[in-house]
């Protein structure tokens, strides 16, 4: 007998494996299967905020924020800069802003920079600091420049 996931579970566990692939980009000591765990719980998650009862496209795009981000840490710049593009896609489309947009462009700015194109890295970057110096809330803003200044 098999687990039946209904719409709570799959809120809880899109929120479980959000918080494990960052458990594992705070640790200091990664392996390689930590980096395929990571990879795979920032995946995971995306797709259980898909089936949650509680999805929107914010849960969208900060999920391929997250994929994009892991990626960028990794050093696999086609991944990075794909997921990247497609988080600015959904961005745009929805007319995102605040804390999503900054996230957007910072997912840009980080993508170019380990494809080596760092006029495009510089260009996403000045738009990330516009838009970071735009956040409203204190917190989201001291989180946000948090991880804009993360490795």
Do not use: C, P
């Not at 007998?1 to 494996?17: T, V």
């Not at 960028?72 to 959904?90: F, H, M, N, R, V």
Request: no cysteine; hydrophobic share 35%; proline share 0%.
């Amino acid at each position: 007998m098999g687990l039946i996931m209904n719409n709570n579970n799959h809120h809880y566990m899109a929120i479980e494996m959000n918080n494990q692939t960052w458990s594992f980009l705070d640790k200091k000591d990664r392996n390689e299967q930590d980096d395929m765990r990571m990879i795979n719980y920032a995946k995971v998650s995306l797709y259980h905020w898909r089936k949650s009862d509680k999805y929107s496209i914010i849960n969208e795009q900060r999920g391929k924020w997250l994929i994009s981000h892991v990626y960028a840490i990794l050093g696999k710049s086609d991944e990075a800069l794909s997921y990247a593009k497609e988080t600015l896609k959904i961005t745009e489309d929805n007319n995102l802003k605040d804390f999503d947009l900054a996230y957007a462009y910072e997912a840009m700015a980080r993508a170019y920079s380990i494809t080596n194109n760092q006029n495009e890295s510089k260009e996403w970057y000045k738009k990330t600091k516009v838009a970071a110096d735009l956040i409203e809330g204190k917190k989201d803003k001291e989180y946000f420049l948090l991880d804009l200044n993360s490795k």
